[in-house]
């Protein structure tokens, strides 16, 4: 079965720190996403990836960026956490039309 | 513009009772469309998808689908609800390329004893 990860469960991070959020998919899968999702807004696309590299604007890109150096990994980036970037973050990563979801990184930025 | 609407932010139903859980989207081309449910603190999961053919769908844990084009709709239906069954459940409409998903905002179950 495909398995998405997510490097971190529970993160708590300041105003100001550099995050990474990281997930690796093991099914060789070229499309992986990032997401947030907020209660009452459901989930928001941020980033995804359609190739190494490769790197395309979702609804919510400001304050994020990312990065894809290998397949499996895809790694969201807040340069400088802001409190409202507090949220849930799930990666997922797809065969042609389907979903896979990570656990989902709870993060509180302080 | 492709979009997904439930308009049921939250519901309460009893145990042992049905439930409809409903979903309208807006897509020009032939929709894919998905239903996913995710419990406290966990990732999502699928539960069915429809792409073509019979659109009565049957998916995991009992829950079933029924595409309705001239609707607009893909609702989801259990007979019989279990104390497990409390959630959150969120549609999901996929572009044909497979490089796009929309989601609903979801509803919340609560399902009481």
């Known amino acids: 079965d495909v398995k998405v990860t997510q490097s971190s469960r529970y993160l708590v991070k300041r105003t100001g720190e550099k995050v990474f959020l990281e997930c690796v998919q093991d099914?060789?899968?070229?499309?992986m996403f990032w997401y947030r999702q907020d209660p009452g807004l459901g989930l928001r696309l941020i980033y995804f990836?359609?190739?190494?590299?490769?790197?395309e604007k979702g609804d919510i890109p400001e304050g994020y960026s990312v990065s894809r150096e290998k397949k499996e990994r895809f790694s969201l980036i807040l340069e400088s956490a802001s409190t409202n970037q507090t949220s849930m973050y799930l990666c997922?990563?797809?065969?042609?039309?389907?979903?896979?979801f990570g656990p989902g990184t709870r993060l509180t930025v302080l | 513009a492709q979009s997904v609407t439930q308009p049921d932010i939250h519901i309460t139903v009893s145990e042992g009772a049905s439930l409809e859980l409903r979903c309208n989207y807006s897509y020009g081309a032939t929709p894919y469309l998905f239903w996913y449910v995710q419990s406290p603190g966990q990732g999502l999961q699928l539960l069915l998808k429809?792409?073509?053919?019979?659109?009565l769908v049957q998916g995991i844990k009992g829950f079933e689908a029924e595409f309705k084009r001239s609707q607009s709709s893909f609702n989801l239906r259990k007979p019989s609800v279990h104390w497990s069954d409390a959630a959150e459940y969120f549609c999901?409409?996929?572009?044909?390329?497979?490089?796009?998903?929309?989601f609903g905002t979801g509803t919340s179950l609560t399902v009481i004893p």
């Open positions: 997922a990563s797809s065969s042609p039309l389907r979903q896979f």
């Open positions: 990836s359609y190739d190494v590299k490769m790197k």
């Open positions: 999901a409409v996929g572009e044909t390329g497979g490089n796009q998903f929309y």
């Open positions: 429809y792409f073509s053919g019979d659109t």
């Open positions: 099914m060789d899968h070229e499309n």
